[in-house]
T-cell receptor
């Protein structure tokens, strides 16, 4: 029962262009969402999060959009840089972020071509 | 400032042996989490501990797996009588409190059961 789904296993983008990573969820109780970035042989690193009371959160080159009615969120990276090449995981949780159990998607491998 | 330290980085065990994975949280962090990543899958929550207490072990297999976070020393994830299906990357994370975005992950222990 995959409650958080990332249907694109991989994505290739040219340097300088926009990268859009997508995530769908099925559990309507999720009310806090996070994106993590992971390089090979390292642990995930927190990137950006969004509460369900918002539909957009921005931090530098990274913007997360949330569409609650569609149970869909996306991460936009612009402009994309070669150093952004990594696996990106979407995660969700309940209780407004106070819970400590994250439900992760399966990840999307982003390759940014120079 | 050391991050979350996990050791060993790689662990090979024969079927039936015991595996002990260690996690030293960020200094000052009193919350520890263990996640497992099976091949081609996302990270799956296993257990959440505070010093000397298991808070949520809903993701732990019912048999052979145990975790502790003693008053002194690292957190230990113990797998008894390992089987090939236990082969995975095991990640530990820590936080100063109940803030998912405040997780700091370690680099993981890759367990291979032969």
């Amino acid at each position: 029962d995959q409650q958080v789904k990332q249907n694109s296993p991989s994505l290739s983008v040219q340097e300088g262009r926009i990268s859009i990573l997508n995530c769908d969820y099925t559990n309507s109780m999720f009310d806090y969402f996070l994106w993590y970035k992971k390089y090979p042989a390292e642990g995930p690193t927190f990137l950006i999060s969004i509460s369900s009371i918002k539909d957009k959160n921005e931090d530098g080159r990274f913007t997360v959009f949330l569409n609650k009615s569609a149970k869909h969120l996306s991460l936009h990276i612009v402009p994309s840089q070669p150093g952004d090449s990594a696996v990106y995981f979407c995660a969700a949780t309940t209780d407004g972020g106070a819970t400590n159990k994250l439900i992760f998607g399966t990840g999307t491998l982003l390759a940014v071509q120079p | 400032n050391a991050g979350v330290m996990q050791n060993p980085r790689h662990l090979v065990r024969r079927r039936g042996q015991e595996a002990r994975l260690r996690c030293s949280p960020v200094k000052g962090h009193s919350h520890v989490y263990w996640y497992r990543q099976l091949p081609e899958e996302g990270l799956k929550f296993m257990v959440y501990l505070q010093k000397e207490n298991i808070i949520d072990e809903s993701g732990m297999p019912k048999e052979r797996f145990s975790a502790e976070f003693p008053k002194e020393g690292p957190s230990i994830l113990r797998i008894q009588q390992v089987v090939r299906g236990d082969s995975a990357a095991y990640f530990c994370a820590s936080s100063p409190g109940a803030v998912p975005g405040g997780y700091t992950f370690g680099s993981g222990t890759r367990l291979t059961v032969v």
